[in-house]
């Protein structure tokens, strides 16, 4: 079985800076592609950044140059860290990560969610 976990949401200002965490736990062989995702209220989930286990990332063209993707892999886990924010980027962030439980045994994992919301 394998969970995320995230933390790091919460309430900031517009132009305020926050930073997400995901720690992935349980049956994990090997971790490939982690990233993060956003739903804003009615809308669909969209990815934010991604980043590759060799550290290679993408990001939406709505957060380059505001947010960075990053992970630690002998922890396990993936960061985002979100500067000069927008009320924009109010939703629920989701942390997401493509993980091997065996050799040839992969599947998406996903955590349960965290709540960013940027004040005007």
């Known amino acids: 079985q394998v969970q995320l976990m995230e933390s790091g949401g919460g309430l900031v200002q517009a132009g305020g800076s926050l930073r997400l965490s995901c720690a992935a736990s349980g049956d994990i062989f090997s971790i490939n592609s982690m990233g993060w995702y956003r739903q804003a209220p009615g809308k669909q989930r969209d990815l934010v950044a991604r980043v590759t286990r060799i550290g290679n990332t993408n990001y939406a063209d709505s957060v380059k140059g505001r947010f960075t993707i990053s992970r630690d892999n002998a922890k396990n886990t993936v960061y985002l860290q979100m500067n000069s924010l927008k009320p924009e980027d109010t939703a629920v962030y989701y942390c997401?990560?493509?993980?091997?439980?065996?050799?040839?045994?992969?599947?998406?994992?996903w955590g349960q969610g965290t709540q960013v919301t940027v004040s005007s």
């Open positions: 997401s990560a493509d993980i091997n439980t065996t050799w040839f045994t992969s599947s998406d994992y």
